[in-house]
Nanobody, 112 residues
Framework: QLQLVESGGGLVQPGGSLRLSCAAS????????IGWFRQAPGKEREGVSC????????HYADSVKGRFTISRDNAKNTVYLQMNSLKPEDTAAYYC?????WGQGTQVTVSS
């Protein structure tokens, strides 16, 4: 069964960094556009970043531009989200997405 599995979340202080991973099974990630989304308690799920299949063009939400970087490692069939200069408002469950498929999410908490 096609599956996306996120990892790398955790508790970090403001200004800190985390790297999230999205690993795929049963399909090859670089053939598809992959997105990262997040959902904070009481809020709607929002798009954070995506990387295209064709030329690895990247896009970012205004709220994370300059702080987050999305990338892919085709050899590992994994997409990463490097998050720097984290803020308390980045606290959310983070999900990777490919079309109709979603991972289970990984929690990121930014707090002192």
């Amino acid at each position: 069964q096609l599956q996306l599995v996120e990892s790398g979340g955790g508790l970090v202080q403001p200004g800190g960094s985390l790297r999230l991973s999205c690993a795929a099974s049963k399909f090859t990630l670089n053939y598809y556009t992959i997105g990262w989304f997040r959902q904070a308690p009481g809020k709607e799920r929002e798009g954070v970043s995506c990387i295209s299949s064709s030329d690895s063009t990247t896009h970012y939400a205004d709220s994370v531009k300059g702080r987050f970087t999305i990338s892919r490692d085709n050899a590992k069939n994994t997409v990463y989200l490097q998050m720097n200069s984290l803020k308390p408002e980045d606290t959310a469950a983070y999900y990777c997405n490919m079309g109709a498929y979603w991972g289970q999410g990984t929690q990121v908490t930014v707090s002192s």
